[in-house]
């Protein structure tokens, strides 16, 4: 059983989303709260496996109390937003620290408690039940539990001068605490087989000239972290399928751009293909890659409508297969298998295919689908990708 505390200033949204995540028999709410200061003390009280959380509520908003919880006592938060662009920069912020995914408050005008029920439950438990999210959060309460117990023992230290030896060691509370916090890995189909290599990074034109990147759930920090670790010079064009509202993308390319070495843009219909341009498909739209004369060019298109994702992962693999050999295909952190069929096209015409590895996934599901229809040429932890990226380029 999933036990799940929602956070939120309006008794009508906890009511509405209580009814929407109790409708799976799976999940349980066992506490409500209005703001921060309550979530906080609810979250120490009943330990709750997830929490639903608004960001602007009174007293305490909902990324303070986040930014309190993470330092502290980690949990997996799933935000509930509002889609505006204010929203949006505030979701993103979150994200950075910490709440592993997102979903709309509103959606065309109508709460999200009315359309969004089946994908609540379903993050709800992707979120939980992820073998990753295990292993991820048990090294940030381990990294918390140390820096709780070093201002403790430092506190301790401070106020005595009895017995300095008996201070410089770690009390027995503590050594206990992060004792229990050990973390066993366990050997499986998504562990990196990357491994970053001790020669300098290749130089001068590349081989392949395009990266395209599918992500889904708690890929916004994931893509952040790759991005912003990239080199001014970076030599290929980036195109990125990120599943997100058409509120945010704006924001999160924004956000992107004011971080990064390279450039990051919204992607328009028409733009060109340029090195060390990196360009964010628009929401409720696809992006593809389309020759005009001898020269590729971005299309960004709401058609096919009939696809689930928007934008579709797949739609972009399938476009860029058509040069395959001049591309490298990165599969992300995201629920579901989008992606999947456009990489095997893509990686049978000669493109080489790099996908996130389980550890180091929020949810590891996309990139689990191209691990396991074998057609990653290499599974590489989320620190190591902007390494493995640039190396590939020249394969």
Same mark, same amino acid.
């Given at each position: ?25 799976? !999940? ?31 007293? #305490?908003?909902?990324?303070? #109390? ?36 997102? #979903? ?83 050997? *499986? ?53 990120? %599943? ?25 219909? *028409? ?21 005009? *004369? ?28 058509? #040069? ?25 015409? *000669? ?25 990653? %040429? ?6 190591? !990708? ?10």
């Amino acid at each position: 059983m999933i036990r799940a505390i929602v956070v939120d200033d309006s008794t009508f949204m906890r009511n509405s989303l209580t009814r929407m995540l109790t409708s799976d028999p799976e !999940i349980e709410v066992i506490g409500h709260a209005g703001d921060g200061f309550e979530a906080l003390e609810k979250i120490k009280e009943l330990n709750p496996d997830i929490i639903t959380l608004d960001l602007e509520m009174p007293r #305490m908003g909902g990324l303070e #109390m986040l930014e309190k919880l993470m330092s502290t006592n980690p949990k997996p938060v799933l935000v509930i937003s509002s889609l505006t662009y204010e929203g949006a920069e505030a979701t993103l912020k979150a994200l950075e620290l910490g709440a592993l995914d997102y #979903m709309p408050k509103y959606v065309e005008g109508t709460t999200v408690f009315a359309v969004a029920q089946k994908e609540l439950t379903e993050k709800v438990n992707a979120l939980v039940k992820s073998p990753s999210y295990r292993i991820l959060f048990a090294k940030m309460r381990m990294r918390a539990a140390k820096t709780n117990a070093a201002k403790a023992d430092s506190s301790a230290s401070a106020s005595s001068s009895a017995s300095p030896i008996a201070a410089a060691q770690p009390s027995a509370a503590s050594s206990a605490k992060l004792s229990s916090l050990s973390i066993k890995a366990v050997p *499986g189909q998504g562990q990196a087989t990357y491994v970053r290599p001790h020669e300098p990074l290749p130089t001068g034109r590349p081989n392949r000239d395009i990266v395209a990147i599918s992500v889904s759930t708690g890929g916004p920090p994931a893509v952040q972290k790759v991005l912003t670790s990239l080199p001014e010079n970076f030599p290929a064009c980036i195109l990125i399928a990120q %599943h997100m509202p058409a509120a945010f993308t704006g924001a999160f390319a924004k956000r992107l751009d004011s971080l990064s070495k390279i450039t990051v843009k919204e992607a328009k219909d *028409g733009d060109p293909i340029i090195p060390g341009v990196a360009y964010v498909c628009p929401g409720a739209q696809h992006i593809s890659v389309t020759i005009k *004369g001898a020269l590729p060019q971005i299309k960004v298109s709401p058609e096919p409508t009939t696809e689930i994702y928007k934008p579709c992962a797949n739609i972009l693999n399938q476009s860029v297969s058509i #040069m395959g050999n001049k591309v490298v295909g990165l599969t992300m952190t995201g629920m579901g298998s989008d992606g999947c069929e456009g990489t095997k096209a893509l990686r049978a015409k *000669g493109g080489y295919i790099l996908a996130q590895s389980e550890d180091t996934c929020v949810v590891y599901g996309m990139p689990r689908a191209v691990v396991e229809a074998k057609v990653a %040429h290499d599974i590489v932890d989320l620190d190591d !990708i902007p390494d493995a990226l640039i190396r590939a380029l020249y394969k």
